[in-house]
């Protein structure tokens, strides 16, 4: 059904986008990295300065794991075996972007940006004495969250006048202020 909102909601964009101004500085898309997060994003330009924000969330089912009676190993065993029944992974950022030199097909910029990644798990383990389950799955929640900031370049690229990509080589610092990564990060904005 989400898939579905987000088709139409951006089937809508590229049609209302024609009959809007010449000058589009405004967008939504969907864009991926360390810096920029992952989901959708809305960009807007004001002159040379911009922000960028980002939401995303992603969820399997959630499901009560499935576990052996017996571990048949063939010898005895003792200790656990851990399943992950519901997962959700999150993504929020925020970038300043301030345009360096601009033309009618690119705009090139430097951003400064943060992020904040999270990881919520249901984990289920089931305990084993001599190759048997003993009891029922013991449930646990597991929360992990890190965040992420850096500066880096980026290149807006104009397929059309409604669709632009999007490439950035950002340098990530960890909230441990560890230099994480230099992969780039990209997405493709629809403008209006």
């Not at 301030?98 to 990881?119: H, K, P, Q, V």
């Not at 880096?152 to 397929?159: A, E, N, P, T, Y």
């Not at 409604?162 to 610092?173: T, Y």
Request: net charge negative; glycine share 10%; hydrophobic share 40%.
């Amino acid at each position: 059904m989400i898939k579905v909102i987000v088709l139409v909601v951006c089937i809508l964009l590229l049609c209302s986008a024609d009959i809007l101004s010449e000058d589009l500085q405004q967008g939504f898309g969907f864009t991926a990295g360390r810096i920029s997060g992952v989901g959708i994003a809305y960009r807007q330009y004001f002159d040379k300065n911009g922000i960028q924000v980002t939401f995303g969330m992603f969820s399997n089912r959630e499901e009560t794991p499935k576990f052996p009676t017996s571990a048949n190993y063939g010898w005895e065993h003792d200790g656990s075996n851990t399943k992950i029944g519901w997962e959700l992974v999150g993504s929020y950022s925020l970038m300043y972007l301030r345009t360096l030199r601009m033309n009618e097909e690119t705009r090139f910029y430097y951003f400064l940006g943060a992020s904040m990644e999270l990881d919520y798990k249901k984990k289920y383990t089931q305990d084993y004495e001599n190759g048997i389950a003993v009891g029922m799955p013991i449930k646990k929640n597991d929360y992990n969250h890190d965040y992420f900031f850096g500066p880096g370049l980026g290149i807006d690229f104009k397929v059309n006048d409604n669709i632009s990509f999007v490439v950035e080589l950002p340098i990530s610092i960890s909230s441990d202020l560890e230099i994480e990564t230099y992969i780039p990060q990209g997405g493709i904005v629809l403008k209006f």
